[in-house]
């Protein structure tokens, strides 16, 4: 197993100051939704695919409900997941208000399971079509399996 990436051309800089940069992002080769989600777990287990969608189901509820009052929950060999906020830097701490919040997500922090999987694989080049792919191109390649390419530099998690 190997992650995979695409290059992409960036314009890198502040103000008028931008330069042409290629940087390697990530690519999503699949969009795996719950039912199959739901449905792989069931093969693997053996327990049938309605336990297995209430069990899911009651654990989003639960972060949900944990997540709320700023508690971090610790799911074992998957990781955990915590409350996280974004703002803007200000000059003193009295200008620290909550107007100066922009975002609030969740953070994943991946388990030793999820972590070792991750050393363990490989990277490889997608070659597409045309070498570069362009920002905000999809599906290099024609691949209709694929769900579309994944910036990979958007520094932020995606359950948040």
Do not use: H, W
Not at 119 to 147: H, M, Y
């Amino acid at each position: 197993m190997a992650f995979r990436y695409v290059v992409k051309k960036r314009m890198v800089g502040i103000g008028t100051e931008k330069n042409e940069k290629y940087v390697a992002a990530s690519y999503s080769v699949a969009d795996i939704d719950f039912n199959k989600l739901c449905d792989q777990v069931t093969s693997q287990g053996m327990i049938p695919r309605g336990i297995v969608k209430a069990v899911l189901d009651g654990m989003i509820d639960a972060l949900c409900t944990y997540a709320s009052i700023g508690a971090t929950v610790r799911l074992g060999d998957f990781g955990s997941i915590r409350p996280g906020l974004n703002g803007k830097s200000q000059e003193d701490a009295k200008s620290v208000t909550a107007d100066v919040v922009y975002r609030q997500k969740l953070i994943f922090v991946p388990g030793q399971r999820l972590k070792n999987m991750m050393k363990q694989s490989g990277i490889i080049r997608l070659v597409t079509g045309a070498e570069i792919v362009p920002d905000g191109e999809e599906n290099p390649g024609g691949n209709e399996s694929g769900s579309g390419g994944n910036d990979g530099d958007q520094g932020e998690n995606p359950l948040g």
